[in-house]
């Protein structure tokens, strides 16, 4: 577990380095390509309810467009908020990440900066949002209520085969498990697709794996900023 613990934390510090040092302009143009991209996914175009991340300022690809259009085209958002839990369980970690409904552009605008530069729901406004997963569990078996259909992810770097690493929290593949025990219990309940969107700097070479264990969750498609778009089905198909 240490050593895969340092070989993860060592591949953070070098893509990190990367990241420092792309210009604002080559970040846009991969924005642009990925978001195209994403809009053209039929699983994006179908689907009712996204989870997408808020993007920090610099060093990955910008999601506002994605909101911009996901919001235009009546589908119903939702983003991640990170809070302590007040008392853990033994298995709980201290700090979890929730899916929270976004209204509409005015409330995505009016969003204040966390200490990354990300965008995310004051406090004071929590109690007004939809907690989807919250729903999910109190509601149960033959209800009614949607889940998220697709969950664009973040990373920190990502690898052809679709295994990601993020930021070193565990924030997505503890919410991920989470939602993957009611999907066990119930059998309205489906996984949502997991897409994954990339600078091509972020993207390891072709015979690199991304170091993982059976916690991290891998993704469904890769969307990276040179226009390539990776799928599960063919990834698994080429082995």
């Keep these: 577990m240490a050593s895969l613990q340092l070989a993860k934390k060592d591949l953070r510090q070098k893509v990190k380095r990367v990241l420092s040092e792309l210009a604002p302009e080559t970040i846009a ?5 990925v978001t ?7 699983e994006f175009q179908t689907a009712k309810k996204i989870s997408v991340y808020c993007s920090m300022p610099s060093g990955e690809i910008s999601t506002a467009p994605i909101v911009y259009e996901s919001l235009a085209q009546g589908k119903k958002l939702f983003i991640p908020y990170t809070h302590r839990v007040t008392s853990p369980g033994p298995d709980q970690p201290k700090s979890v990440m929730d899916m929270l409904s976004l209204k509409s552009k005015e409330d995505y605008e009016s ?11 004051s406090k004071d406004s929590i109690a007004e949002r939809e907690d989807c997963l919250k729903e ?11 889940g998220i259909d697709m ?9 052809t085969t ?7 929290k565990g924030f997505y593949d503890y919410y991920l498990q989470r939602y993957s025990n009611l999907c066990d219990q119930s059998k309205d309940i489906k996984m949502p697709v997991l897409v994954g969107i990339a600078l091509k700097e972020q993207v390891l070479a072709d015979r690199e794996t991304i170091p993982t264990n059976e916690t991290d969750w891998p993704l469904d498609k890769l969307i990276i900023g040179d226009g390539r778009v990776l799928h599960r089905e063919s990834v698994t198909s080429s082995k």
């Design 29 to 33: 143009t991969q924005t642009q390509i």
């Design 36 to 42: 195209k991209a994403l809009l053209e996914l039929p």
């Design 111 to 121: 969003l204040g900066p966390d200490n990354w530069g990300i965008p995310t729901p």
């Design 136 to 146: 999910l569990e109190s509601l149960g078996s033959g209800s009614s209520y949607r």
């Design 151 to 159: 969950i664009i992810m973040p990373g920190m770097a990502f690898d």
């Design 162 to 168: 679709l295994k990601r690493l993020g930021h070193g």
